[in-house]
């Protein structure tokens, strides 16, 4: 209590903190121990660096893009609150606030999460617009250096201001879900992401290895129909596939730990897709076999913690499944030397950590 009471005391930087997503029931749910604070992108661990936040009322606005630019920038001028800066996951929703930086009619400093490489779009006008909307960003965090590299590219990258983030798990809630499953006998394989899923690849594997598999996942994303999709494949008895949908992080956590390996079988992207679970399986100590995406900052191969299979590449993704169920001994192997990444290298208090050092260099 008296070292909370002197943090609050000694706390001089108040960040604006904002996401694209339902903030207000993430918080809550970090609170019962039902949600992933890392979701959350070191937010709940600034405060033990003396930083504040403060934040605005979610509201759903789906793909009506402007209505939720003027909301967002709304809330921001008019928050009653006195904030030093923005602290962002994702530039989306922040278009107005970040463009008036630029312009130099907004003077508090932003500090955002790039989700994907800054590119040189083949339009003129689309690139001068893209250079002056960048000169309103002053920091970027980004989830990897190819990330980083790629973006260096463009005449819009700004050198120096370009960070990469050990964006990791949350892991004091994964491990009351581990506490929760004692002396579990992990079994089956696993599938939870949604977002750019491969599903046509995964399905053909599974059906081939004839191994458990449990897949997890939205009906619709990104675009992608999979309750259509999974209508129009071949799907042996041995896949189980569930539907689900809202937030189900405890839930769901629950089954991937008792699972024998976890699979993230993804598209070809240009940003990180999968890198959601992949931290969760490095916090749960739990194998994986994972789309080789290059924009992925962690080398699941060479941690020793998973094994990486190329793109739609079907019969790599049956020798990995079948390699993962004769060798128990190297797989359990795999999952403790992810635990320990988790603990030492990517986690949401080193992200919090370092997150925190260029809010302050801001305010120095």
Known sequence: MEQEKRNKEERQITAYFYHTENIQYMYEGWSKGS????????????SDHGIGIVQ???????????????????????????????????????????LLRALHLYRKP??????????????????????????GIDEMFFFSQKLVDDSMKSRKAKPGHMHVGHWGPDNAFYDK???????????????TGRERRDMRTLVAAFNAADE???????????????EQMFREMEVKDNIKVH??????????????????CVCICCLETKYTVGLTTIVE????????????????????????????????????????????????????????KAKNLA???FNDEICAAEVAEIIKGLKD
């Open 177 to 191: 879900v581990i506490s929760q499953c004692c002396d579990v006998a992990h079994k089956g394989f696993i599938s």
């Open 212 to 226: 458990p598999l449990d897949i997890y996942l939205n009906k619709r994303n990104c675009g992608i129909d999979y």
């Open 56 to 98: 605005h009322k979610f509201r759903e606005f789906g793909e009506r893009r402007l209505p939720m630019m003027l909301y967002v920038a709304f809330q921001v001028l008019f928050c009653p609150k006195c904030f030093d800066l923005i602290y962002a996951t994702h530039y989306k929703g922040l278009e107005i606030i970040i």
């Open 243 to 260: 539907f689900t949908s809202g937030y189900k992080q405890d839930e769901l956590s629950v089954l991937v730990y008792r699972s024998l």
């Open 281 to 336: 399986a490095l916090a749960l100590g739990i194998p994986m076999i994972c789309s080789r995406n290059p924009q992925v900052p962690i080398d699941i191969e060479r941690e020793g913690c998973g094994i990486f299979v190329d793109y739609y590449d079907t019969k790599g993704w049956e020798k990995a499944i079948r390699y993962i169920t004769d060798h128990p001994v190297e797989a359990a192997e795999m999952g403790r």
């Open 35 to 46: 949600f992933p604070g890392h979701l959350l992108y070191g937010a709940t661990h600034l």
């Open 110 to 135: 932003i500090v955002i999460w790039h989700h994907q490489p800054i590119i040189t779009p083949k339009k003129k006008w689309r690139e001068w617009l893209g250079r002056l909307f960048y000169r």
């Open 343 to 345: 603990l030492t290298k």
